[in-house]
């Protein structure tokens, strides 16, 4: 037997146990590039606000290092550090070869663990930022489109993700959203422009959610509104507070409500929450947790 032979059999094997049933039938994860918690104290977002008060949150997750957005996006989907996954910035592959290996050559995402279990349940990623791909294995993916110019067309995230969500309704779809991290490259964390970005994002949040309820399938999912760094002046990597502190928003079918998460909570604990919701089992490489937010 061959080392990636090995090393393939080993992605299936050691899997913590699946729980009890499925918290909810839906899973939409809607990701804000550059979202830092630096800017919710003087930011104006009505929508997240009032939906702060719907579920469980946090201002203090912590980012992997480095505070890179191929890292932290591809710690949320396979739920391991970068020591684990190979991805060290937002390089097209790995680095160096991951722990574990899928058929696919990389990492398990969860993606590819809700495949494995049920190959008929429908997954999709819409995003803004074209390298969000590297990290989806898009092999997994039943649906995914890179939004063109999203500059140039902004409301175009929110027509696409609404139309795929209300055609397929699937089980577990990432939504990337891009404006907040240019903004912020641009002009600056504590900029004017990028707290005038604030509530126009804050708006496509509210008008996916509003698919989502279209579509017939909000009182059996769950949302989780998540970031994968912040800002320090133009540019972010590196440890301060600014860049490595982001939000965290989690509501919906069977989520405590106006619940502030006392726990600690890191990227890659995402992958585990998402499993647990859709009643999947973990890779033994995983090194998240579930965030404790259910009722």
């Known amino acids: ?5 090995a090393l393939m059999m080993l992605a299936s094997c050691g ?23 630096w800017c919710m104290e003087k930011g104006e977002y009505p929508f997240i606000k009032e939906t702060m008060q719907e579920g469980a949150w946090t201002l203090d997750k912590r980012t992997m290092r480095p505070s890179i957005s191929g890292a932290n996006w591809a710690a949320m989907m ?12 937002n390089e097209d592959h790995p680095t160096f070869t991951p722990i574990l290996l899928t058929e696919h050559g990389n990492q398990p995402t969860f993606f ?23 990290y989806a294995d898009t092999l997994c993916l039943d649906y995914y489109k890179r939004i063109e110019d999203p500059e140039g067309h902004p409301d175009a995230i929110v027509t696409e ?35 005038a970005e604030l509530p126009l994002v804050d708006d496509r949040v509210r008008r996916i959610v509003e698919g989502i309820k279209d579509a017939g399938i909000y009182d059996d999912s769950i949302i ?18 600014l860049e ?21 909570v890191i990227q890659m604990d995402l992958a585990a929450t998402v499993a647990r919701i859709l009643n999947l089992p973990q890779p033994q490489s995983w090194r998240g947790k579930v965030i404790e937010v259910f009722e």
């Open 161 to 195: 993700s609404v139309k795929f969500i209300q055609e397929q309704k699937p089980e577990l779809c990432f939504i990337h959203i891009d404006a907040l991290d240019h903004m912020g490259h641009s002009y600056g964390q504590g900029s004017a422009e990028y707290y």
């Open 244 to 264: 490595i502190t982001t939000p965290l928003l989690v509501w919906g079918k069977g989520v405590k409500k106006n619940h502030p998460i006392k726990e600690t």
């Open 15 to 37: 899997r913590e146990t699946a729980s009890e049933g499925p918290l909810a039938s839906h899973v939409i994860v809607i990701g804000l590039d550059g979202w830092g918690s």
């Open 1 to 5: 037997m061959t080392a990636l032979a």
């Open 224 to 241: 989780i509104l998540t970031s994968d760094h912040g800002h320090y002046q133009t540019g972010h990597g590196g440890d301060t507070d």
């Open 112 to 134: 590819h663990v809700l495949k494995k279990e049920r190959p008929e349940a429908r997954t999709g990623v819409v995003c803004e930022w074209g390298d969000f791909l590297n």
């Open 78 to 89: 396979n739920g391991t550090p970068v020591e684990f996954s190979g991805i060290t910035g």
